[in-house]
C-alpha cells in the first residue's frame, strides 16, 4: 500500500468536508469487547459520557470551530460497520480465539450507529456530552476525542505553508524513529500501540503503526486500533477499562455493594473471555484498595495492567501481591499504559526485566509527539490531557478515584464519599501531560 504524503495532504484541504473517523473500526478494541458484554448483560443500564478537559490552560473552544465540530460529530453518526468490516470480526482470530464476538451480538451490530449527542461552550471549553442507553454511548469514546484532538492539529496548522509541513512532518517522522532505534535496543521487548485517542491525526496514527511494525519487528505486538489492525495484518490489542467498574459502583445500592463493584465487574467479564484477556485494571478506586479487598481467584489471572501509579512504583505493589498469595511473579503479566515515553519505558524494562512479563502499551507520545517540530514557535501541537469519561449511570453519578488524584472524575461530593469507603493509601498526586 502506498504511503500518504501527509504534508500534502493536510496542505490540499479544499473539500468542504474531510472526515476525521471513516470507519466505526477507527476504535479502540477494548471498546467492542466491553460493548459485548454491557449488550449481553446491562441492556437497559443507561450512561452518559462527558467530555473532560484535564489541560485547562487549553481553550478548547477557541481553538476549535463549532461548526466544524459538529459537522465531524454529525458524520460519525452517519457511519455503519461495513460488510467487510463484519466478516473480519466474525472470521478472525482475537487473543488465540476464534469467534470471539457471538453470532447474535454480530447482527446486532450491523445496524449500529452512534446516537445523538449534546454540545454546549462554556468559559472557553465545550460541554460535550453523549447520553442515552450504555450499549449505544459507549462507543462515543474514542471517535470523539480522534475528532476533537484532530481537529485542533488542523487548526494550528491552517496557517502553514507545504514547506512548513513538510518540515513538521520531516522532524516528526525522524523524533518518532529515534525512539524507534532506542526500543530496539531492548532484547525482548513487547510494545504495542494504545494512541488512538488522543493522536495527532489517523494519518499520523497509521504512519507511526507502520514505522513500528517495519522499525521494531516483531517486538511490535500490535494496535489497540481495531482498524488499523485490519488493515496492517496486526493483532487487535486491548481489554476493558474504567468505564465498567465506574458503571457498576454507580449502580450499588450500598456501601458493600459499592466496595464489590470492581470485583463485580472481572466476575462478570470472566463469563464471556478467558485466557490472554484475564488482565485485572486496578486503580479504578486506588490499587491499595483494590488489593486489600480482592479474593484470591483474582491471583489466578494473567496480570495486571497498572494505569495511574508510576509504573514501578504500582508494579512493584502488584508482585507483592501475587507473592503473597503464593503466585510466581515471572508466570505473570504487566501491562503498562500511562503516559509512556521512551525513557520510562526503558526504565520500567530495566527495572522488572526477569521479574516478570512485560508488556507496554505506547498512547500519545507515539502518536501525537510534535513538541518542538514546528517550524514556527507553537504550543498548539502539544498534545494535552483529554479525557472522555462515564459521569452518570442510570441517572447516578458515576466517579473514577485513581492512583494519581488529579485524574479524579466526577462530583466532588461523590468523591468524598468513595475516598471514606475504598481509603486514600497509595495516591500519590502527579502531574498529567497526556
Known amino acids: 500500500m502506498a504511503r500518504t504524503d501527509i504534508a500534502r495532504r493536510v496542505y490540499n484541504h479544499t473539500w468542504k468536508l474531510d472526515p476525521i473517523v471513516r470507519s466505526l473500526l477507527d476504535t479502540d478494541f477494548y471498546k467492542l469487547l466491553m460493548l459485548q458484554m454491557i449488550w449481553g448483560m446491562y441492556p437497559k443500564v443507561d450512561a452518559t459520557f462527558t467530555l473532560i478537559n484535564r489541560t ?17 460529530l454529525d458524520h460519525a453518526r452517519t457511519l455503519r460497520f461495513t460488510k467487510k468490516e463484519m466478516i473480519w470480526l466474525g472470521g478472525n482470530t482475537f487473543y488465540g480465539r476464534k469467534q470471539i464476538f457471538e453470532p447474535e451480538f454480530l447482527a446486532w451490530l450491523e445496524d449500529f450507529r452512534l446516537p445523538d449527542y449534546e454540545l454546549t461552550k462554556r468559559d472557553g471549553q465545550y460541554e460535550l456530552s453523549f447520553p442515552g442507553p450504555w450499549m449505544y454511548t459507549t462507543l462515543w469514546e474514542i471517535p470523539a476525542l480522534a475528532i476533537i484532538n484532530e481537529l485542533r492539529s488542523r487548526a494550528a496548522m491552517r496557517s502553514f505553508g507545504q514547506f512548513a509541513l513538510d518540515v513538521l512532518y520531516a522532524r516528526a517522522k525522524a523524533k518518532m524513529w529515534a525512539k524507534t532505534e532506542r526500543l530496539k535496543a531492548l532484547p525482548g521487548i513487547r510494545i504495542s500501540d494504545f494512541g488512538t485517542r488522543r493522536r ?16 521494531i519487528g516483531e517486538a511490535f505486538t500490535g494496535t489497540s486500533n481495531v482498524l488499523l489492525a485490519m488493515d496492517n495484518d496486526l493483532e487487535a490489542l486491548g481489554t476493558n477499562a474504567h468505564e465498567l467498574p465506574m458503571v457498576f459502583a454507580a449502580l450499588a445500592n450500598s456501601v458493600e455493594e459499592l466496595r464489590q463493584a470492581p470485583y463485580k465487574v472481572l466476575q462478570d467479564w470472566q463469563r464471556y473471555y478467558g485466557g490472554n484477556l484475564l488482565i485485572v485494571l486496578p486503580d479504578t478506586f ?8 480482592a479474593p484470591d481467584w483474582i491471583a489466578d489471572w494473567t496480570g495486571f495492567r497498572p494505569d495511574s501509579a508510576p509504573p514501578i512504583e504500582g508494579g512493584e505493589k502488584i508482585l507483592a501481591w501475587w507473592r503473597e498469595k503464593g503466585k510466581d511473579p515471572k508466570q505473570k503479566l504487566l501491562i503498562f499504559s500511562d503516559g509512556l515515553e521512551v525513557e520510562t519505558i526503558e526504565e520500567t524494562y530495566k527495572h ?11 498512547g500519545t507520545n507515539l502518536t501525537n509527539d510534535f513538541e518542538g517540530c514546528a517550524p514556527t514557535e507553537t504550543n498548539s501541537l502539544d498534545a494535552i490531557s483529554l479525557v472522555c469519561k462515564v459521569s452518570e449511570a442510570n441517572g447516578r453519578p458515576a466517579v473514577k478515584l485513581s492512583d494519581n488524584p488529579a485524574k479524579s472524575t466526577g462530583d466532588e461530593k461523590e468523591i468524598k464519599r468513595y475516598l471514606r469507603i475504598f481509603g486514600e493509601k497509595g495516591r500519590v498526586e502527579q502531574l498529567v501531560k497526556v
Open 56 to 72: 485547562t490552560s487549553v481553550r478548547l473552544a477557541d481553538e476549535i470551530d463549532e461548526g466544524e465540530l459538529r459537522e465531524q
Open 286 to 293: 486506588g490499587t491499595v484498595a483494590f488489593l486489600r479487598d
Open 352 to 362: 522488572f526485566r526477569g521479574k516478570v512479563r512485560m508488556s507496554f502499551g505506547w
Open 200 to 215: 495527532h491525526s489517523f494519518l499520523w496514527q497509521r504512519w507511526c503503526v507502520e514505522a513500528l511494525k517495519e522499525g
